[in-house]
Structure formats: structure tokens, C-alpha cells
């Protein structure tokens, strides 16, 4: 198996979106964006793949990593996460997504994701 990774950037993820990441997923490219993906960004990321799962495409697997862990910080660690978070406009951590085929499962502790393949 050929395997590869790919670093994407939050912006040109925001940007692209989908379009081009299902083609390198189909290719056994697991990618990995710079930020935390919200919720609705996860949520719409799963729908667009959903429609494209066929018999060469089983799908993704998908878990973010947030590297500031609120709790931990005290209220001016989590004021001063909140001013940078809005200042470089996306929540500081780490996505990785993978074809499902590839990735059997990601497990996510509160400081690691572990990639099983």
C-alpha cells in the first residue's frame, strides 16, 4: 500500500473545501489541516462525502485535536486563547481525515490522536 500525507492549511481548506481532497483520499492520502474543524465544518465535510461513497470510495475517518485545552487554563490563558483564536480566525489544533479505507479508526485522548490503519 502507497501511502501519503498531505499538510493542508486551514485557509485553502476553507477555500477548496472538498473539491481535489476526495481525489488524493481516494488515493490513499491521509490529510491533516492546521486547525480545529468546527462542528458544522465537520458535519458539512461528512454530508459532501456521504454523497460521493460508492464501491471504489468507502468514505472517511475524521477526528480534531484542540491544542489549547481550555481546562487547563486559567481565565487569562483562556481570554488571551479566545483574542488569538479571533485574531487568526481559526481554533488552534490539529484535523486529520482519512479514507476509511486506510484509517480503521481514530481514537482521540484529551492530549494525543491515535491513527489506526
Known sequence: MNLKIRFV????FKENHLR???GSMRDNTI???DA???????ANLIKE???KVSGHFSGIELNSLELANGK???GIGKFKNAIIERIIGKKRGLTIIGPAKTVRQ???NPEELLLYM
Do not use: N, W
Open 9 to 12: 492549511p486551514y485557509e485553502k
Open 20 to 22: 481535489g481532497f476526495l
Open 31 to 33: 490529510i491533516l489541516i
Open 36 to 42: 480545529k474543524l468546527t462542528p458544522e465544518e465537520e
Open 49 to 51: 462525502t456521504m454523497e
Open 72 to 74: 487547563s487554563m486559567d
Open 106 to 108: 481514530i481514537r482521540k
